[in-house]
Nanobody, 115 residues
């Protein structure tokens, strides 16, 4: 059974940093696409960072140069280091993984950035 569990969200002020973690169980192949998406109220879910293949990370345009995704394959963990946070980064952040045609999502973790 595949399970993704995020942690690390919270309330921060504009300009501050935050680190999200995602524990992944049930998928042990680091060649599978994995990453982060986010969804703000009233908006569609959007890409934050995605490992498309080992060593290749695609970032959303709005987070390039501020966010860094990483992974620890030995621990089956994903991380998202977010710096210079802005109020528009406020959203629920979801961990994502795909195996074959099936997409898996975590329950999400709320990130709120105050101005």
């Amino acid at each position: 059974q595949v399970q993704l569990v995020e942690s690390g969200g919270g309330l921060v002020q504009s300009g501050e940093s935050l680190r999200l973690s995602c524990s992944i169980s049930g998928i042990n192949d680091n060649k599978k696409p994995m990453g982060w998406y986010r969804q703000a109220p009233g908006q569609e879910r959007e890409l934050v960072a995605l490992f498309t293949t080992p060593g290749v990370i695609v970032y959303g345009d709005s987070v390039k140069d501020r966010f860094t995704a990483s992974r620890d394959t030995a621990k089956n963990m994903l991380y998202l280091e977010m710096t210079t946070l802005k109020p528009e980064d406020t959203a629920i952040y979801y961990c994502y993984a795909r195996s074959g045609q099936t997409a898996y999502w975590g329950q999400g973790t709320q990130v709120t950035v105050s101005s």
